[in-house]
């Protein structure tokens, strides 16, 4: 080998180990700052967790607290319906009853009318 090939090769190796040393502190560098975004993203994280938690809890509780509003909700609405068929049943007790009451009302007038008739053709026979 050559003196100047062997300056060449020294050159290049001091090059490469220059910049395979300044890439090593980069990447550390870059690694210790990773590592404090990592910290501070633990820190806020664990407030958070512990608060979304508490909101699913929360949230648990005012499902089961709808849900029992709906029951009785529903039981009120079959209640209501009970009533409404009850009425429905008055209502056609009431409206028969009126019926029979027509009748009864005509039937006696009739009778009051052929009556009268009777006892008006009575007086001039």
């Known amino acids: 080998m050559t003196p100047i090939f062997q300056a060449v090769v020294v050159v290049c190796v001091v090059a490469l180990t220059a910049a395979l040393i300044a890439t090593l502190m980069s990447l550390k560098h870059t690694a210790s700052r990773a590592a404090s975004v990592l910290e501070l993203v633990e820190r806020e994280l664990r407030p958070l967790a512990s608060q979304l ?3 699913a809890e929360e949230l648990r509780g ?3 607290q709808a849900t029992r509003e709906l ?3 529903s039981v009120v609405v079959r209640r209501v319906e009970d009533v ?3 009425v429905v049943r008055i209502a056609s007790v009431v409206g028969t009853l009126t019926k029979v009451g027509r009748m009864a009302g005509a039937a006696a007038g009739l009778r009051k009318g052929l009556g009268t008739f009777v006892s008006r053709m009575k007086g001039r026979g």
């Open 84 to 86: 409404s068929l009850a």
């Open 62 to 64: 005012l499902s089961r």
């Open 71 to 73: 029951e009785r909700v």
């Open 53 to 55: 938690e508490a909101l």
